[in-house]
């Protein structure tokens, strides 16, 4: 690898892998979390139950997506990010805005360090 490239390799690269991971584990995380409630609690076919399935699987598809696309990830991963915060806001009795940015706010950090990344290797 050349100067230029090895430049332009640590200019954005970093923050969109770390991005990316970060994404990958919390959405893993959820699945897990969510996957193991089910197991222990039943699979009931509650309204609830089927929006956060509905979420979790939208969040799944956009995390291969920022894989798979920088520019279209990034959006998209606010945009997950700011679905988990609705869906809080919607079923959550109490402690809304810890709980919500807690399940969004992976998504929207990751949403940020895929878009500086991008945009750094765009202006290198």
Partial sequence: MGEGGERRWRRGRPSILVGR???TGFTAFFLALGLGDA??????????????????????????????????????????????????AVTANRNQVPVAIALGG???????????GSARLRRA
């Avoid at 992976?106 to 500086?116: E, M």
């Fill in 39 to 88: 197991a222990t609690e039943g699979f009931a076919l509650t309204t609830e139950g089927v929006a956060v399935a509905l979420v979790l699987g939208l969040a799944t598809l956009v995390v291969i997506l920022a894989w798979w696309n920088v520019a279209l990830g990034a959006p998209a991963l606010a945009a997950v990010g700011l679905a988990m915060a609705i869906l809080v």
């Fill in 106 to 116: 992976p998504y929207a950090v990751s949403a940020v360090l895929l878009w500086f």
């Fill in 21 to 23: 991971a970060l994404a």
